[in-house]
C-alpha cells in the first residue's frame, strides 16, 4: 500500500521503498531472551517462589490460575519508559504475592531482543508458544501506564473457556474509512474491532499455538506497520483463521479515580507525563518544512495557531521569502521524499544553533502541534541521551527491517541523537530518498533505539476512532484535508487554564473534525 509522505505532497509508492531495501542493516542475532529453542524445546521456565506458607481455598485457586497468564507488558528501552515498565511489572508482582505461592511470568518486549520488531508482537509467537504453549492458558499484554487489578483480572478471564481460541479486548472501532487502515471496511468500517492497547488485551494459549503454526508455515511478509492494533486484528482473523476480537467491558480506559473503577480489570493513567519542571522553551528549537507553494496557505495556519508557543523556530523551504521568513537551504525542492532537505536541518541545528539547544523538533508545514505539551513531556526525557521519539512506524519487521518515526506527526531529537547520526556514515540514498525511513534506518543501524509516543498523530482526529483519543492529551495531528485546521488546534491543541495548572485531561468540546 502507498502511504503519505511528509511536506510537500505526493504519494510514494512501494517500488520507491525498494531501493531502501538494500540498505537495510543485517537482522540481529541476539539470543532471545526467553531462552527457548524453536524446534521441538522444552519448557525450562523455572517460575520464582516466595518465602511464604501456601494459602488455602480461594487464594490457593487464585494462585494456580495466576500462574496461567503470562503477562507481557509492551515495554520500551528509553529509560524513562523502561523505569515505568519495571514499576508495573513490581506492582503486578506485589499483588500476586498476596494470592499465593508461585509467582507468574511478567516479561518486558524490550527485553525479548532477538527481534528488531519485537514491538510488533506476531514475530514472538511461535517463542510464546514453545515457551509457555503447554503450561499457561492465557497471554495477557498491556502498556506500560495500564494498571491491573490482579484479582479482577483473574475474575474476568475465569469467564472465558482458556480451551478455545479467545482474543480479548476493549473493542475500537472506525467510523468511517481512513488511510491509516488502508480503507479497509470501506463500506462499513463499524463492523471490524480491534484492541485498545491501553486497555490491555489477552490470547488465550490455543490461539496463541495457532497462530505460531500459521506463522511457521507463512512468514510474515515485508511490509508497514502503521497502526499495530488494527493490523494485529486484521491478521488474526483473517491470516490467522482465528476468532473476531471479543470485546470484554472489565478492560477499561477510565482513570484510577472513575466512578467505574470497581468494574474494571484495568484503568489507565491518562495523564500528560512531567517528571519534573518543563523544558525551558528556549531548549526547544522547531523547524517547519516548507515549499514555496504552500506559502500562503500553510504557513498562515502555523501563525494562526502553534506558532506562539515556539520560541525557536525557523522555517525552511526552497525559496527565500522574508515576508515568513523563510531560509532557503539551497535544497531543492522534491515533490517526495525530502531526505536531503531533513539532512540539511540536522546540519544546520547541529553547527548553526547554540550548543546549549537540547532538543529538535523537525514537523511539516501541515503539522499541527502542541509545543507547550512537548515541553512537559521532554522533562521525563534526557537529552544526553540519544533520544528520536514521535510516533513509531515500521517497515519490513517481519524479516528483519527497521522502526522508524512518521514524519507528519513529527520527528523529535536530543542533540545526542543528532551528533551520534552525522558523526556516522549513514545518509541519504537519494535526495528525494523517504527522510523518516531513512533516519529510521540510520538509527537502526547504529544501535539506537525508536521510542514511541502513542501522542503524536500522523493523521487527522476523525481518523481515530473517539474512544482511543478519548483517553489521551494529544501533542501533535497532521493533515489539512477537508478540516479547518486552526479549528482542530484549538479544541485538540491548545492548552487551557487548567491544564496549564496541573497538566489534568480536560474534557473539551471536540466535534467531528
Not at 111 to 130: K, N, Q, Y
Request: with cysteine; aromatic share 10%; glycine share 6%.
Amino acid at each position: 500500500m502507498p502511504r503519505r509522505q511528509p511536506g510537500c505532497e505526493r504519494w510514494l509508492l512501494l517500488a520507491a521503498c525498494a531501493h531502501v531495501l538494500v540498505l537495510l542493516p543485517p537482522p540481529r542475532s541476539r539470543a532471545f531472551a526467553l531462552n527457548v529453542v524453536l524446534d521441538d524445546a522444552e519448557d525450562t521456565i523455572e517460575l520464582p517462589v516466595l518465602q511464604k506458607s501456601e494459602k488455602s481455598g480461594t487464594v490457593s485457586k487464585r494462585s494456580r490460575e495466576l500462574k496461567e497468564i503470562v503477562f507481557v507488558i509492551q515495554s520500551q528501552s528509553n529509560s524513562f519508559h523502561s523505569k515505568r515498565a519495571e514499576d508495573l511489572k513490581r506492582d503486578i508482582l506485589k499483588q500476586a504475592a498476596d494470592l499465593g505461592k508461585e509467582l507468574p511470568i511478567v516479561l518486558l518486549i524490550h527485553e525479548i531482543d532477538r527481534h528488531e520488531g519485537a514491538w510488533t508482537i506476531l514475530p514472538l509467537m511461535r517463542d510464546f508458544s514453545v515457551a509457555y504453549g503447554r503450561n499457561s492458558s492465557w497471554i495477557f499484554f498491556c502498556e506500560e501506564d495500564t494498571r491491573i487489578q490482579v484479582v479482577k483480572l483473574l475474575e474476568t478471564l475465569g469467564r472465558f473457556d482458556a480451551s478455545k481460541e479467545w482474543f480479548l479486548g476493549k473493542a475500537l472501532y472506525d467510523e468511517e474509512s481512513t488511510i491509516i487502515h488502508h480503507y479497509a471496511f470501506a463500506e462499513n468500517p463499524t463492523v471490524f474491532k480491534f484492541p485498545d492497547f491501553a486497555a490491555g488485551w489477552a490470547l488465550s494459549i490455543p490461539l496463541v499455538n495457532k497462530l505460531a503454526i500459521k506463522l511457521k508455515s507463512e512468514p510474515l511478509k515485508s511490509d508497514f506497520t502503521i497502526d499495530l492494533k488494527h493490523e494485529i486484528a486484521l491478521y488474526i482473523w483473517q491470516k490467522g483463521d482465528g476468532p473476531h476480537l471479543t470485546p470484554v467491558s472489565e478492560f477499561c480506559t477510565d482513570d484510577m479515580n472513575s466512578y467505574k473503577v470497581d468494574q474494571c480489570a484495568t484503568t489507565f493513567s491518562n495523564f500528560l507525563p512531567l517528571c519534573k519542571e518543563p523544558v525551558k522553551k528556549e531548549d526547544v528549537f522547531v523547524a517547519v518544512k516548507t515549499c514555496r507553494k504552500f506559502h500562503g496557505d500553510r504557513i498562515p495556519v502555523v501563525k494562526q495557531t502553534w506558532e506562539r508557543e515556539a520560541a525557536l523556530i525557523e522555517y525552511y523551504s526552497d525559496y527565500a521569502d522574508i515576508s515568513i521568513p523563510t531560509i532557503d537551504l539551497g535544497v531543492p525542492n522534491t515533490e517526495r521524499g525530502h531526505c536531503g532537505k531533513t539532512f540539511a536541518i540536522l546540519e544546520r541545528f547541529l553547527n548553526h544553533s547554540s550548543p546549549r539547544t537540547p532538543w529538535l523538533v523537525i514537523v511539516d508545514d501541515d503539522t499541527l502541534i502542541s509545543i507547550f505539551r512537548l515541553r512537559k513531556l521532554l522533562s521525563c526525557y534526557d537529552p544526553n541521551e540519544p533520544v528520536f521519539l514521535g510516533e513509531r512506524y515500521g517497515y519490513g519487521l517481519g524479516t528483519g527491517g527497521y522502526s522508524y518515526i512518521t514524519g507528519g506527526g513529527g520527528m523529535v531529537f536530543s542533540r545526542t541523537a543528532v551528533q551520534k547520526l552525522l558523526a556516522s556514515k549513514c545518509r541519504c540514498y537519494s535526495m528525494d530518498a523517504p527522510d523518516d525511513m531513512v533516519l529510521g534506518m540510520c538509527f537502526s543501524g547504529l544501535g539506537i533505539p525508536i521510542t514511541h509516543s502513542p501522542l503524536f498523530h500522523q493523521a487527522r482526529p476523525m481518523d481515530y476512532p473517539k474512544d482511543y483519543l478519548s483517553h489521551q492529551i494529544p501533542i501533535s495531528f497532521h493533515k489539512h484535508w477537508n478540516i479547518d485546521p486552526v479549528k482542530v488546534y484549538f479544541t485538540w491543541l491548545a492548552p487551557n487554564a487548567e491544564e496549564v495548572l496541573n497538566g489534568k485531561k480536560v474534557g473539551y468540546n471536540r466535534e467531528d473534525l
